[in-house]
């Protein structure tokens, strides 16, 4: 092998396997770098909170100037919220329950001075909150209230008042450490609770209490007073389905949903990474045209060396496998290169997100390094079975 | 390989001088068999060195066929031509296919590192009866034809072989070097009985021929 790495390494230029080498890396850190923002930016539009699984809804009853105008309620009454239920789209259907008392509460970190405000209470059957039973359990004795607070709640703390006072932000891992004092003022009573804060959702925009404890507190403090639902919450099978819509429309209902707000910067950023990732690909496909042409040029130069070989008993294989080794070696080379680069520039990045949003944590960079390690297989494949056909073609003289 | 049947074989070059063709070979049946020895005599342009590249496969510009014992060589495969150029046939180009980039010891270590056929010691022997003992390590480049002439026939020594073709060994030895070469190729041939087959278009390699074919 040795003495066959002399005689073939001959005309070879390293001027064109470094226009190679630069030109493939470019390609492969593209396509990688492609591929890591989005595994790293799309669990940012697409996560589940946690709290509620994909396919649930909220719908509410168009809001406009005419309705308010004339009085219309907002209300769901009893055969609306069946006619919805007996939809094929809808597998479940729950009404909101709300509170009918004046709540206030002060929310704040440990130890630093929180902010007060006053608020109310929603609940939904317990079957559509995806918290374990013992966390959202609610036992009049204690007198402590699971709550689910918007994720936009944390926003505007973190950006509004945290950073305007000076105080610490607060991620989603943080929220068993909020302090949160809850008033009930009823009937010319004060009765006060300790609110649990046990995480943050987006996708349900109200304060969200266990249904036990609106049901028990709405009896104690306010009896008898009516509570017809504004809002419902329905399980579907595809939120998606257009059937879903074209029902909503008909009967002036809205479906809040920011999974679709979610869903066109899911697309934007997929479209995005696509070219990004096929600017890459080209790139590697002309880079290996260099290398090709570089090859070709160097078995051209020295045909009759390998025709030697091959007269004197060597196999085409035999032959082909300096230069494939070679070709092997460069695109390992830049396989591992294209990593060492991506790392620092993801660190950049990643570091001014998580400025903006510091519950993204980014993706694994694993995929990134499956897709580089699958072009750097798809081009030595390629690079192996052209340069043996060029080698082939030297049998006869 | 006992045999190499030659069955009216004709290379295209000559298919226009077909009719008035006078030779021993061309559109001639002829068997060549192992262990015996051939000297093919021709005049330059007369097809030598066209038959010896028929033989090893590297060109096929022929009518007729070439049978190795009862297989038809036109039906050979890369990976059985290969073989036989490793195993049958020990093969000294007229243009000797040296590389001039290496030295002459290395020119026939990388074949004998594929065929494992020869130790070090008789490789070393070799150069030192050919003569040439104080080149081995001087580049192909550097050394006169007579000397890569010596050089190429140790190479086509370094393998097993049924047939051994020699395209014009000695035409640039003198009478001192060409007995040399003469005396190690009788040695191989007693060794392996392989058959012998020399072309010349003047000087003879001088070694006892059973035959002499005009070609």
Not at chain 1, 143 to 169: D, E, M, W
Request: charged share 20%; proline share 4%.
């Amino acid at each position: 092998m040795k003495l066959l790495w002399k005689l073939l390494r001959e005309h070879l230029s390293v001027p064109q396997l470094c226009g190679f080498f630069m030109a493939n890396l470019c390609g492969m850190w593209i396509v990688m770098l492609g591929i890591q923002f989005y595994t790293d930016l799309a669990p940012m539009f697409t996560r589940d909170d946690g709290f509620f699984g994909a396919n649930y809804i909220v719908v509410s009853k168009r809001i406009s100037t005419a309705a308010t105008l004339s009085g219309a309620g907002q209300e769901f009454i009893d055969d609306e919220v069946e006619e919805l239920a007996s939809q094929p789209f809808a597998q479940a259907v729950g009404r909101f329950s709300s509170s009918q008392y004046k709540v206030t509460a002060t929310m704040g970190m440990k130890g630093s001075p929180g902010f007060g405000t006053e608020l109310f209470f929603e609940a939904v059957p317990d079957s559509f909150v995806e918290v374990s039973g013992r966390d959202w359990l609610f036992d009049p004795q204690q007198r402590t209230v699971p709550v689910i607070l918007p994720r936009s709640y944390l926003a505007l703390y973190n950006f509004g008042f945290a950073a305007s006072r000076g105080l610490p932000k607060i991620s989603d891992a943080m929220a068993s450490q909020i302090e949160m004092h809850i008033l009930i003022h009823a009937q010319g009573n004060n009765e006060a609770f300790k609110g649990r804060v046990i995480g943050f959702s987006s996708r349900i925009n109200t304060i969200l209490v266990p249904l036990s404890f609106l049901e028990w507190s709405n009896a104690k403090y306010e009896p008898g007073k009516d509570d017809t639902p504004t809002r419902l919450i329905a399980r579907v099978g595809n939120p998606t389905d257009e059937a879903i819509m074209k029902y909503m429309d008909s009967r002036g209902y809205e479906v809040e949903d920011n999974r679709l707000e979610a869903g066109k910067a899911t697309y934007f950023l997929r479209i995005v990474v696509t070219l990004v990732t096929g600017i890459g690909i080209l790139v590697c496909i002309l880079s290996f045209y260099i290398l090709m042409l570089s090859v070709y040029l160097l078995v051209q130069k020295n045909t009759r060396k390998l025709q030697n070989l091959l007269l004197i008993g060597y196999t085409p294989a035999r032959v082909s496998l300096p230069y494939q080794l070679l070709t092997l070696m460069v695109n390992i080379g830049v396989f591992l290169l294209a990593i060492v680069l991506l790392l620092p520039l993801r660190a950049w990045y990643m570091k001014m997100i998580s400025l903006v949003f510091p519950q993204v944590h980014g993706g694994s960079v694993w995929s990134a390094v499956v897709v580089g390690a699958v072009i750097l297989v798809v081009v030595t494949l390629f690079n192996f079975v052209a340069i043996r056909r060029k080698v082939d073609g030297l049998k006869h003289g | 390989m006992q045999t190499i049947r030659l069955n009216r074989l004709l290379p295209h070059v000559f298919l226009e001088r077909k009719d008035s063709l006078q030779s021993d070979v061309w559109l001639q049946d002829l068997t060549l068999s192992r262990g015996k020895s051939y000297l093919v005599e021709a005049m330059s342009g007369t097809g030598k060195s066209s038959l010896c590249a028929y033989l090893i496969g590297y060109r096929n510009d022929f009518d007729g066929q070439i049978l190795f014992d009862d297989t038809d060589a036109s039906r050979l495969t890369t990976a059985q031509w290969t073989q036989l150029r490793v195993q049958t046939f020990a093969y000294l180009f007229q243009e000797l296919r040296l590389f001039p980039e290496l030295t002459a010891l290395e020119n026939i270590e990388i074949k004998n590192r594929l065929t494992q056929h020869k130790s070090a010691a008789w490789i070393d022997q070799a150069f030192e009866r050919l003569g040439i003992a104080e080149k081995r390590h001087t580049k192909i480049g550097r050394m006169s034809f007579g000397q890569q002439q010596r050089v190429a026939f140790i190479r086509a020594m370094v393998q097993p072989a049924d047939f051994i073709l020699l395209d014009e060994p000695v035409s640039h030895l003198d009478d001192a070097n060409a007995q040399a070469m003469a005396q190690l190729l009788t040695e191989e041939q007693q060794v392996s009985g392989a058959a012998v087959i020399v072309t010349s278009i003047g000087k003879h390699l001088p070694i006892h021929y059973d035959h002499t074919l005009h070609l």
